[in-house]
């Protein structure tokens, strides 16, 4: 509401447990209308697959980005510091969750695949 959005158009779907979920309650309530998906600049590539799984092509607004770049000193990127470890967390978090999405989505190509062979067979 801040950057002029009215609040008529902000869609919040708070029941869903993860972004898979959000995204197939959303291709069920925008259908074909303009979608932007909002989320941090880490969580964006993810969350942009799950989308466009679901059928839909939204435009990226990503937020809260991690990068610093205006770094006084060199060895300032080099100090151990607790903020280092929780972006290491959150990348790893991220990579993660995309080769689960890889995989989950392999397997049910895969799935898919054999039932329309079994199918195709029993004809």
């Known amino acids: 509401m801040a950057l002029g959005v009215s609040k008529s158009d902000i869609i919040l779907l708070e029941t869903a447990k993860d972004t898979w979920e959000e995204a197939r309650q959303a291709a069920a309530f925008v259908q074909r209308k303009n979608l ?3 989320t941090s600049a880490s969580h ?31 060895w300032v990127k080099y ?4 903020v280092y470890l929780e972006q290491t967390e959150k990348y790893w978090h991220e990579t993660l969750g995309i080769i689960w999405q890889s995989l989950r989505d392999w397997a049910s190509d895969y799935e898919e695949k054999a ?3 079994s199918a195709a067979n029993q004809s």
């Open 36 to 38: 932007v998906v909002v």
């Open 44 to 74: 964006m590539q993810r969350a942009l697959n799950e989308f466009h799984s679901a059928g839909l092509k939204p435009f990226p607004a990503p937020t809260n980005y991690l990068a610093h770049s205006n770094v006084e000193q060199f």
């Open 79 to 82: 100090t151990p510091k607790a």
């Open 115 to 117: 039932i329309e062979n």
